[in-house]
């Protein structure tokens, strides 16, 4: 590890706290634990604010973890987020923070930092080899608050709001929810789709009171009404129907999680719901879910794995065809048998 750090000194304990993340939805959920379990470890009166892209402002704003929640817009283009970032600066300062958890470590991220002055700080290892939220940990330690651990239980705001959708869009109010999200970004990091539609078919033998939730975007519609073809009301499919808060208060409700490398596979892991992860292409030691409720099925065992390609050399996505809906169904009955 290569972590940066001022650790926290004063016998007191810190008053103010910011916590800077600016990256995509996917890692900026990937913080959220570590930051849940700092809040505990707060005393009375302490604050813990956040500090992220407006983009991604929605999950950390739903949900009862953070004092306050800055976003600066930009998009993805640095000289726009240093231009926000310097319009919102006055109104951060005056917060007078005692501790900066630097998550991003970028020039915009350092700079805020260092504009602030606070007593102490630590910032993010970019680069060592280690899962995302494994580097979180130990960055969020490394600023001296004490051991840094998950704490996976979070308190939405609107937690009713997630079951009056549910029951509007087909759910039975009786059933367990699987959610299925073949929403990998490339054809790399796709399982064969009509694979999810056996694995339901051996799920629903095994736990006939389980009706399927698909969530998502524009770019799996056509996915989920194949699926919603294949097993008629047994399907609830809420594709272009959710925000991103609450396909993450949704996910809390999940008895499981099969899932390819997505933003809604890290919501489902960080909230410590039972998340079997298949990894194609990505780069599973940076993106491992992590967790004695996770599976991770990925590439690394192949002499062409975690290769990164958006499309396989091979023509066949080889790293994830060679697991039949049989295979998988077994891996999702140790994962929650264990739990």
Excluded at 85 to 95: D, F, G, H, K, Q
Excluded at 165 to 175: C, E, F, K, V
Excluded at 225 to 248: D, H, P, S, Y
Excluded at 280 to 300: E, I, M
Aim: hydrophobic share 45%; proline share 4%.
């Amino acid at each position: 590890m290569n972590i940066q750090a001022k650790p926290w000194k004063r016998p007191e304990a810190p008053k103010m706290i910011l916590a800077i993340r600016l990256q995509a939805m996917g890692d900026l959920i990937i913080t959220l634990p570590y930051l849940n379990h700092l809040k505990h470890l707060l005393l009375p009166g302490a604050e813990l604010d956040l500090l992220t892209r407006r983009e991604v402002e929605e999950i950390p704003m739903s949900i009862n973890l953070f004092n306050r929640v800055y976003s600066i817009g930009g998009g993805r283009s640095t000289a726009k987020q240093f231009l926000h970032a310097a319009a919102l600066l006055p109104a951060i300062w005056m917060r007078h923070y005692d501790v900066v958890i630097d998550l991003q470590n970028n020039e915009v991220s350092r700079w805020i930092r260092k504009m602030l002055i606070p007593e102490a700080w630590s910032e993010f290892d970019r680069f060592s080899p280690l899962a995302a939220g494994e580097r979180t940990r130990q960055s969020i330690e490394a600023a001296g608050l004490g051991s840094s651990l998950a704490n996976y239980s979070f308190n939405i705001k609107d937690a009713d709001a997630s079951w009056h959708l549910l029951r509007n869009n087909g759910w039975d109010t009786s059933s367990e929810l699987v959610v299925l999200n073949p929403a990998g970004a490339f054809s790399s990091r796709n399982w064969p789709l009509e694979n999810y539609a056996v694995f339901s078919n051996l799920w629903l033998r095994q736990f006939p009171k389980t009706q399927f939730l698909i969530m998502g975007v524009d770019r799996i519609a056509a996915k989920a009404g194949f699926l919603e073809e294949q097993l008629g009301v047994k399907v609830i499919n809420l594709v272009n129907r959710t925000t991103m808060a609450e396909a993450f208060a949704l996910v809390q409700q999940a008895k499981l999680v099969l899932s390819e490398d997505s933003g809604l596979m890290h919501a489902a892991w960080v909230s410590g719901i039972p998340t079997l992860a298949m990894f194609g292409s990505t780069r599973s030691d940076w993106s491992a879910p992590l967790g004695n409720h996770t599976l991770l099925l990925d590439s690394s065992d192949l002499e062409c794995g975690n290769c990164m390609l958006e499309t396989c050399k091979f023509g066949d996505v080889h790293c994830l065809t060679r697991y039949s809906p049989e295979f998988i169904f077994e891996k999702a009955l140790t994962l929650i048998k264990r739990l």
